[in-house]
């Protein structure tokens, strides 16, 4: 059936740890729960304002001052988890890359596979595993100026012709 499940395998120059990314999310569950809490339309003091969700983001994360928001060069791994209710549901470590799996609420919804160099390698080290390689990171990260981006995109299907008619459709030639 379609839409297919799909999996959009990213680079990226860095990630973090998975105890920093757990942390994050848990961070953003008690604060989903706090604004849902106080989301009551029967109750007048309950405000669901951006400038109160702030207060209530920096009593839960203890940053007295939030960083102003830039859309370069940001965390994609902690742009995911902070929207849609996407979660790490699964981390790959080479001797060179450290991969997750983002992957939203839904079974059959988008999944995120986000690699980076691992912090301690150099490009000498290379992996078996051609999907994780080092080397095939580097190349990319390369041929980008450094900078992550979308690799590859796969998708689940019992037909692959119905991605091709879906595309098709939408991008004539």
């Given at each position: 059936?379609?839409?297919?499940?799909?999996?959009?395998?990213?680079?990226?120059?860095?990630?973090?740890?998975?105890?920093?990314?757990k942390?994050?999310?848990?961070?953003?569950?008690?604060?989903?729960?706090?604004?849902?809490?106080?989301?009551?339309?029967?109750?007048?003091?309950?405000?669901?304002?951006?400038?109160?969700?702030?207060?209530?983001?920096?009593?839960?994360?203890?940053?007295?001052?939030?960083?102003?928001?830039?859309?370069?060069?940001?965390?994609?791994?902690?742009?995911?988890?902070?929207?849609?209710?996407?979660?790490?549901?699964?981390?790959?470590?080479?001797?060179?890359?450290?991969?997750?799996?983002?992957?939203?609420?839904?079974?059959?919804?988008?999944?995120?596979?986000?690699?980076?160099?691992?912090?301690?390698?150099?490009?000498?080290?290379?992996?078996?595993?051609?999907n994780?390689?080092?080397?095939?990171?580097?190349?990319?990260?390369?041929?980008?100026?450094?900078?992550?981006?979308i690799?590859?995109?796969?998708?689940?299907?019992?037909?692959?012709?119905?991605?091709?008619?879906?595309?098709?459709?939408?991008?004539?030639?």
């Amino acid at each position: 059936s379609y839409p297919p499940s799909g999996v959009v395998g990213t680079i990226t120059p860095e990630v973090s740890s998975l105890g920093t990314y757990k942390k994050f999310e848990s961070q953003l569950n008690t604060l989903s729960s706090r604004v849902n809490n106080k989301n009551n339309d029967n109750d007048p003091s309950s405000s669901s304002s951006p400038s109160r969700h702030r207060e209530q983001w920096r009593d839960i994360s203890h940053q007295n001052n939030v960083p102003t928001y830039t859309p370069q060069n940001r965390d994609i791994i902690k742009q995911l988890l902070s929207s849609f209710g996407f979660r790490i549901t699964g981390k790959h470590d080479t001797n060179s890359t450290r991969s997750f799996l983002v992957t939203s609420p839904d079974p059959t919804g988008a999944k995120f596979v986000i690699t980076a160099p691992s912090s301690t390698t150099t490009t000498d080290v290379d992996d078996d595993d051609v999907n994780f390689s080092n080397a095939h990171i580097h190349h990319y990260l390369k041929s980008h100026d450094g900078r992550g981006g979308i690799a590859v995109l796969a998708f689940d299907v019992d037909d692959a012709s119905l991605v091709w008619y879906q595309y098709s459709k939408n991008h004539p030639t």
